[in-house]
């Protein structure tokens, strides 16, 4: 019987249970997966604490990689035993359970599973936000947040690869060697020092045309007084809370700037640019351009514990959850 992680309720990480469940045999245009490893996103805290609605009974998690077990009707590109990897299909937290094929690609040779599952969601979220949100151009300055985090640690050595020179914040002095190893040229220490200032002072000025912000609601106005007259602000996620209203005026007064709340779902609407996106993800792992840590593993039923640990601030790179280990 498989198992997974489910809440019946929202709350802290103790309304994770660990439970078995019935699986029923895919359905038309499904497969059925056993699942090796389990991506962590900071969105499975939004949907357990209910900031994302989340329909409850909920099975949680996005993404995840795996075998394929069993086809259903009409499923013609994938076989039995292919080894794949999915994200933005909810449910993942579970040994086993059916995926819709328009999400799922095959994990490329030389790439683990663990690694696949660590980096499908942040990856491709990663090359959503830096080609095609605000396309970044080589020379360009720019400030991402979070640069030691899961999201952050792909995209800055991606944004670094493309040649922008990267400003990273982390939220602790121990985080900085870490930002500076994922190609961030100078690294803020949010709570330590005046973010806008130094991002003045390394750009003689001028600013910076895009922040890349998914801290939220403790960032959000210092991220603004980071912008160059007609920058872009990607605010695309919420680790500390909501963002609250905006008034389109205030964007007048900072310099007529542009702002955008962009979710990866609107970038990967079609199988197409699924398989497009991942594509993009792993020629840069490939070519040794990114580098995907995975640094930190769960059993699948400590799920609990590595939410704690993702919302304390704890964790760096990317974490899995693994459904075989005990
Ligand atoms: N819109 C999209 O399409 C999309 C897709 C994927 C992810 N995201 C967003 O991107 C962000 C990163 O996701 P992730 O899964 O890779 O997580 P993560 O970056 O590994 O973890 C979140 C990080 O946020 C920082 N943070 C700042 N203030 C915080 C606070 N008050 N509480 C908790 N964390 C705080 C922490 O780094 P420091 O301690 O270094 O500050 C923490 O490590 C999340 O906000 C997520 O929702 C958005």
Known sequence: MPHAIRIDRHGGPEVLRYVELELAPPGAGEVRLRQTAVGINFADVYARTGLYPTALPAV???????????????????????????????????TARNVPVDVIVKIPDGVDDETAAAMMLKGTTAEYLLLRTYPVRAGETIVFHSAAGGVGSIACQWARHLGAVVIGTVGSEEKVALARANGCEHVVVLGRDDLAARVREITGGR????????????????????????????????????????????LTEKGSLFLTRPSRKHYTLTRAETVASAAALFDVVARGAVRVDVRQRYPLADAARAHAELEGRRTTGASVLLPGAP
């Open 207 to 250: 600013g910076v045309p895009v922040v890349y912000d998914a801290v939220g609601r403790d960032t959000f106005e210092a991220s603004l007084d980071c912008l160059s007259p007609r920058g872009t602000m990607v605010s695309y996620g919420n680790a500390s809370g909501p963002v609250p209203p905006v008034l389109p005026l205030k």
């Open 60 to 94: 949680l998690g996005q993404e995840a990689a795996g075998v394929v077990e069993a086809l259903g009707p009409g499923v013609t590109d994938l076989a039995l035993g292919d080894r794949v990897v999915y994200a933005g299909s909810p449910g993942a937290y579970a």
